[in-house]
């Protein structure tokens, strides 16, 4: 599936590798709202908003330009862009798909790049139309979008269970489950300490303007 080669510039992570190429079946198969080509073009779309491609399946304008604002200007959303989503005709939902498509394909190209290693090649889609699978209880609580309970990192995706699952399947690798991402004791067993990667983590997120 995969067209990457991992540079000798970092040891071969198996983890991580599994993870990618789980996560590009989860890209490439139908999801609640969106096909397998579909999500595929979204990711396309995140990549050429990244400066990573040249090129892109067409989409409807609404869902390109998310695409492009989630990859790489996700700090000038406000509800406004969501209610016009949802004028468009969308599900409010599919907005939480779109963003679990995005953050999937982003951070596997940002820890190739990290590796100094090839963009993967995006995989064929799987046919098949989307079956929605909404997580019991979602709602407007204190986010822009329905999460089960309260919205944290951790649950940001929870109105989805198949893309929470896919985005902690990819993160465990990377970083942690988030069944200990708030506990601070726990040490991640690599070569980072977990004060330094919290130190990490933080900086990054600063740079990039994170907010919840």
């Known amino acids: 599936m995969s067209t990457s080669t991992v ?10 590798e599994d993870a990618v190429r789980s996560s590009l079946d989860a ?7 969106f096909t397998g080509a579909e999500r595929l073009a979204i990711a396309a779309h ?10 892109a399946p067409e989409l409807p304008a609404a869902v390109a330009e998310a695409a492009r604002r989630i990859s790489v200007e996700a700090i000038t959303t406000r509800p406004e862009h969501i209610a016009a989503w949802e004028a468009d005709g969308h599900d409010i939902l599919s907005y939480v798909e779109l963003v679990a498509v995005v953050s999937l394909i982003t951070t596997i190209d940002s820890y190739r790049i990290g590796i100094g290693a090839e963009l993967e ?9 989307p079956v ?7 709602t407007k609580v204190n986010a822009w979008v329905p999460t089960v309970g309260i919205a944290l990192a951790p649950t940001a995706l929870s109105a989805l269970p198949n893309e929470s699952k ?3 399947d990819l993160g465990k690798p990377f970083y ?5 991402v708030h506990q601070y004791d726990v040490e ?3 070569e980072l300490t977990r004060m330094q990667m919290e130190l990490v983590a933080s900086r990054t997120s600063w740079l990039n303007e994170c907010f919840f």
């Open 7 to 16: 540079s000798s510039l970092a040891e071969v992570d198996l983890a991580a």
């Open 27 to 33: 890209l490439a198969a139908p999801g609640s709202f």
């Open 46 to 55: 995140a990549r050429v908003a990244r400066g990573l491609a040249s090129a």
């Open 121 to 129: 090649t995006l995989p064929p889609p799987t046919p098949g139309d």
């Open 132 to 138: 929605p699978v909404i997580g019991e209880g979602a």
């Open 166 to 168: 896919h985005k902690a």
């Open 176 to 180: 942690l489950s988030d069944k200990v």
């Open 188 to 190: 991640p067993g690599r």
